[in-house]
């Protein structure tokens, strides 16, 4: 199914109404013919027992009627099949008629199938459509404070679970209550008594039901909570398959999954006993209505109050209004399962995307880029989120940029060396804001503009960004090198830029050469080679801004000189910001910065910062003595 329109922008902290409004704005006039067929179909399924019953009478009175009233419907519907199959036999007419209801009726149905699963994936794909549009809007920020596990089965298993709710149980419950109506209104004008009587069982059956599913919701957010629970650990495995092999922890893998699939197992089958004690409880109270309007139609029926054919049309009335009374329970049941999962997903939709004012700019961005006295801190959750653990109220923020100032001049080459955790890749993070630098954090700025006013998606397809550890689809070598370009893949420019980033040797070892298949995230890759094509894939860019960002730390000390070379002719007037531990990669840049603790400590040109004899050197020269 192709895309019709761009989704709705969603309300921030919308309801569950406005959510469901915004997934179900494509499918409302296939939902709205759904439930009209769904009208007829019930309102034929009562014609057949009317029928029945006036044929019974017949036979039983031998007459058309003359002791007791006939339903005017039915009249209408024995008289219409008379003229138009020629018959005068009341009985071949009726048998005849029934047949032409049962026909009518699987037609009704059919197109009522048809045209409710039509609205149902309808309303499936705008859902997909709409939190995946959204989800790609999410600043970087909310994405390192949710796992992506739960994101997944949020947007899978609680949209199927909107979706089911909507298509089957909504249904269902709009046509039990026109049933209801419907079955009402015909046994109240038979027998005001007997209708009482099945009337009666009613709110029994609908109150027991609303009880039970109450429990039932409870028990359900836990099975939603165990599921993502044990999504997240299966996602976990497989992009860490690598891991869990190079340090044998398979037996533990295998434990901890056994542990959270018995949980969910667990809750399940919670949830399945709580289901049996209720459509055990449903069955009684059904025989039970069913059993006393059998016996109190029976007193009536002697005493001559009721016919036997009317008698007839009670008893197929209440079994056909009886199913579906049951089933709003269950119903009741799904619509709290929907409920919970419209709040997972509002919760989703509720988080507020990034958004350009249309004041935002687009400036030229080959100037100088100035950090002054800028400051950051990440969140409770944020550092958690890093840190593999869960929040708790103990934890605090943690302060990695500290007035810090820094300026790379347009055209020039910076590095940057700093050990782990001094803030390096934060600094990248801020200028190409994935995070914000907060109010009173000082100002970053690209040729006198603050970044704040640039517009973001113009500001990060100006800046080539290759991280340590990159990210490679699974697709072609080719086709992840030229994933930034539009149109047919030029070839020849492809193989320029892999020249550069000295992978084209390795891609030509390949069987299929650049039209290898590369596997999920360049699992067939060595860490170098992947560094390498994601250096190549920013090259592709030719942005005027690129950084480098460790990008080089699983290579040999050849290949990095290699690549170093080729950069320099490479990149042009590009500014370059290289961030590195290794000194060998940083000492030919323009200038380096030593960042310590949040700040520059060191500024200068290699042989500057070797002169002054501070933290560069000191790192120099450990590093040479390791090399030599």
């Keep these: 199914m192709k895309r019709e329109s761009k989704p709705a922008k969603p309300k921030i902290h919308p309801t569950r109404l406005e959510l469901l409004g915004m997934f179900i704005r494509g499918s409302k006039r296939h939902f709205a013919l759904s439930i009209a067929l769904n ?54 007419t009726g048998a005849i008629a029934v047949c032409v209801c049962a026909v009518f009726a699987a037609v009704i149905t059919f197109l009522y199938r048809r045209i409710l699963a039509t609205a149902s994936e309808t309303f499936v794909k705008t859902a997909r459509d709409t939190l995946f549009d959204h989800v790609q809007r999410l600043p970087f920020k909310w994405h390192t404070e949710h796992q992506t596990g739960d994101i997944i089965q949020r947007c899978t298993s609680d949209v199927e679970t909107t979706r089911n709710f909507i298509t089957n149980q909504l249904v269902t419950i709009l046509r039990t209550i026109i049933m209801m109506v419907a079955a009402m209104y015909i046994l109240f004008t038979i027998n ?90 449903g069955d009684a109270a059904s025989a039970a209505n069913l059993l006393v309007v059998v016996a109190v139609g029976a007193i009536f029926a002697a005493r001559g109050s009721i016919s036997i054919g009317d008698m007839l049309v009670f008893i197929t009335c209440t079994q056909q209004i009886m199913w579906p009374v049951r089933q709003m329970g269950r119903t009741l049941s799904e619509m709290t399962k929907a409920s919970v999962s419209l709040k997972r997903l509002g919760e989703i939709l509720g988080a507020e995307a990034e958004t350009e004012p249309e004041t935002a700019l687009k400036p030229p961005m080959n100037g100088d880029i100035v950090f002054n006295d800028v400051s950051f801190e990440y969140t409770p959750s944020q550092v958690a989120a890093q840190e593999g653990e869960a929040e708790t109220e103990t934890r605090v923020p943690h302060d990695v940029i500290r007035h810090l100032n820094l ?49 973001r998606h113009y500001l990060r397809e100006n800046i080539g960004l290759v991280l340590q550890e990159p990210f490679l689809f699974s697709k072609t070598i080719a086709e992840n090198i030229a994933i930034t370009e539009d149109g047919e893949t030029d070839t020849d420019r492809v193989r320029a830029k892999a020249r550069v980033a000295s992978i084209d040797d390795d891609i030509a070892a390949f069987e299929h050469g650049y039209e290898t298949k590369i596997g999920e995230r360049g699992v067939t890759l060595s860490g170098g080679q992947k560094q390498r094509v994601a250096i190549a894939r920013t090259l592709m860019k030719e942005s005027p801004v690129m950084i480098f960002d460790d990008s080089m730390s699983a290579l040999d000390m050849e290949t990095d ?68």
């Design 39 to 92: 009208a007829v179909a019930v309102a034929i399924s009562f014609v057949t027992p009317l029928l029945v019953g006036y044929i019974v009478d017949y036979v039983t009175y031998l007459k058309t009627g003359a002791d007791k009233p006939v339903n005017r419907t039915i009249e209408l519907i024995i008289g219409a099949t008379q003229r138009v199959f020629g018959t005068s036999s009341v009985l071949l």
């Design 192 to 281: 005001v008594p007997l209708a009482v009587v099945v009337a009666a069982f009613i709110p029994v059956i609908v109150v027991y039901s609303y009880f039970f599913s109450k429990k039932l919701a409870k028990q359900f957010l836990e099975l939603d909570n165990a599921e993502g629970a044990l999504t997240i650990n299966v996602q976990e495995n497989l992009t860490g398959v690598r891991v869990i092999r190079a340090f044998g922890r398979e037996k533990h893998e295998t434990e901890k999954f056994d542990g959270l699939n018995d949980k969910y197992s667990d809750i399940w089958v919670r949830y399945g006993k709580t289901m049996s004690l209720f459509w055990s409880v």
């Design 407 to 455: 300026t790379v001049k347009g055209g020039t080459t910076l590095g940057i060396l700093g050990a782990t955790g001094s803030g390096k890749s934060t600094l990248t993070y801020l200028l190409t804001r994935l995070f914000d630098v907060p109010d009173g954090g000082g100002s970053i700025t690209v040729g006198g503009v603050d970044v704040r006013a640039i517009n």
């Design 561 to 628: 000189r290699r690549i170093r070379d080729g950069l320099r002719a490479a990149t042009g007037t590009a500014t370059v910001i290289i961030i590195s531990h290794r000194v060998a990669t940083l000492m030919t840049a323009d200038n380096i910065a030593v960042l310590e603790d949040g700040h520059i400590s060191e500024f200068g040109t290699h042989a500057e910062l070797l002169a002054l004899g501070g933290h560069y050197r000191r790192v120099y020269d450990i590093q040479s003595s390791i090399d030599s």
